[in-house]
């Protein structure tokens, strides 16, 4: 059973709008939280928004206003929709959908990364 699967993505010009989904296996009570993160070439990995397992949501500051997250739920899966608006060339970059573990050691799982590009 694959863990994480994402979609969405691809290429547009600065100013325009993206989505992405990821889909988790799981249920709010086993996934303690989910979100994506942002690897854009030349910076550090980035934390750009989580979704806690009570819904609460978190955004980078570089991201807030700009992108939404919603979230719904199955019995067997979590699913994370991610709405980007006004996308700037810097949001260029793979975005990786992960999931925490509310169990154990609070194993991380990640997806295989989506690329977006922003052209200016």
């Known amino acids: 059973q694959v863990p994480l699967v994402e979609s969405g993505g691809g290429a547009v010009q600065a100013g325009g709008s993206l989505s992405l989904s990821c889909s988790a296996s799981?249920?709010?009570?086993?996934?303690?939280?989910m979100g994506w993160y942002r690897q854009s070439p030349g910076k550090q990995r980035e934390l750009i928004v989580t979704?806690?397992?009570?819904?609460?949501?978190?955004?980078a500051d570089s991201v807030k206003g700009r992108f939404s997250v919603v979230r719904g739920v199955t019995s067997k899966t979590v699913n994370l929709y991610l709405s980007m608006l006004h996308l700037q060339s810097d949001d260029t970059g793979i975005y990786y959908c992960?999931?925490?573990?509310?169990?154990?050691?609070?194993?991380?799982?990640w997806g295989q990364g989506t690329q977006v590009t922003v052209s200016s």
């Open positions: 992960y999931k925490q573990g509310s169990t154990g050691s609070g194993q991380m799982a």
């Open positions: 979704v806690t397992s009570d819904g609460a949501k978190t955004y």
């Open positions: 799981g249920t709010t009570d086993t996934i303690k939280r």
